[in-house]
């Protein structure tokens, strides 16, 4: 995934152990060829289902990878992500998530952006370190329902992407993480987009006016010229919505 530049490291704590593919493995060669196709700044080509390769697996590598990118974001603004600071978990004053996991909460309770947090990550880390899930021994088949799994893991991911943007924008410009954040998110949509991981689009209105300008640089001329929109802002923070909150888990 991109690397932490232009600011400083040192902000940047993960906010959980970092989830590593095991080196040797068929998942991490997809992992190394992820890396490389991404460091030639190519994100439709860095996206692609590599020709021959099981969807299965690489959605598997990327949705380790892309937990490990928004733990690291996360981190930089973590210690600004306080239950006094943020009471909700939201995005904005129009949409607030509630959190279950329908094992050990299973009806949805309002918490606070760090905790929900919190939960989220333990909830994707315990799917990604059960082998009936992800597994990562040779001959061991994904579970049929793998594809929504990922989807689930995708949508409240986004939350977190939200949520920064929403809450704690500012702060991340002023750390000078704005471009790395703008990048992680980028690249985090794109994949979105290629494999449908979030099929309902409800999910994506909080942040939809930046990510069509954040993908809008990529299109030909024309069709972003056919496509662009009227605008006031590229930054979502400043961006009046007429949705309504929302109470899903």
């Excluded at 001959?139 to 689930?152: A, L, M, S, W």
């Excluded at 929403?166 to 494999?195: I, Q, S």
Aim: charged fraction near 25%; include cysteine.
């Amino acid at each position: 995934m991109w690397g932490l530049k232009g600011f400083d490291k040192d902000k940047a704590k993960t906010f959980r152990p970092k989830r590593n593919h095991r080196v040797g493995t068929k998942r991490y060669e997809l992992h190394k060829y992820a890396q490389a196709t991404l460091g030639t700044g190519n994100l439709h080509d860095a996206v692609t289902l590599p020709e021959g390769e099981d969807e299965r697996e690489w959605l598997a590598v990327n949705t380790v990878d892309f937990f490990n990118e928004i733990n690291l974001l996360y981190g930089v603004i973590a210690e600004f992500c306080t239950e006094s600071d943020c009471p909700v978990m939201c995005a904005g004053p129009k949409f607030e998530y509630m959190w279950a996991d329908g094992h050990t909460i299973k009806k949805p309770i309002t918490v606070s952006a760090p905790r929900y947090v919190d939960f989220l990550m333990q909830w994707v880390q315990a799917q990604l370190d059960d082998e009936a899930i992800f597994p990562t021994e040779i001959g061991v088949p994904f579970p049929q329902d793998f594809v929504d799994r990922v989807q689930n893991i995708f949508k409240r991911l986004f939350r977190v992407y939200a949520h920064i943007y929403y809450c704690h924008f500012e702060r991340m410009a002023a750390l000078g993480a704005e471009p790395h954040l703008n990048t992680c998110f980028k690249h985090y949509m794109y994949f979105v987009y290629e494999f449908n991981l979030i099929p309902n689009k409800q999910e994506l209105a909080p942040l939809q006016e930046l990510i069509d300008k954040l993908l809008e640089r990529d299109r030909p001329p024309d069709a972003a010229a056919s496509a662009a929109q009227p605008s006031s802002s590229a930054a979502p923070i400043a961006a009046e919505l007429s949705r309504p909150g929302s109470g899903e888990q």
